[in-house]
Nanobody, 120 residues
């Protein structure tokens, strides 16, 4: 069993900062890419940022230069530092990770989602 547990969401004023955390636990052999996605009402789920096992990062254009993704490899945890958030960043944020258990193939796991609401 593998679980991804997110924390850190909530209500934040535009221009303030917020940090999301996501910890993976369970029978984990290794973790490849970890990332954050978001979904606003009426929209499709979209990639916000991701970080590979080697530390390479990818960002959506809309959050580049404002958000930063990082990872604690020892704790199987990924973070999303949200600086200068805007009302349009309001969404449910989901953690995603490609995880291998035992000797099997990597598969995608998802967290339960955490609501982020940015007020103007």
């Amino acid at each position: 069993q593998v679980q991804l547990v997110e924390s850190g969401g909530g209500l934040v004023q535009a221009g303030r900062s917020l940090r999301l955390s996501c910890a993976a636990s369970g029978s984990i052999s290794s973790i490849d890419t970890m990332g954050w996605y978001r979904q606003a009402p009426g929209n499709q789920r979209e990639l916000v940022a991701s970080i590979t096992s080697g530390g390479s990062t990818t960002y959506a254009d809309s959050v580049k230069d404002r958000f930063a993704i990082s990872r604690d490899y020892a704790k199987n945890t990924v973070y999303l530092q949200m600086n200068n958030p805007k009302p349009e960043d309001t969404a449910v944020y989901y953690c995603n990770a490609a995880i291998r258990t035992g000797m099997g193939a990597y598969r995608d796991y998802w967290g339960q989602g955490t609501q982020v609401t940015v007020s103007s």
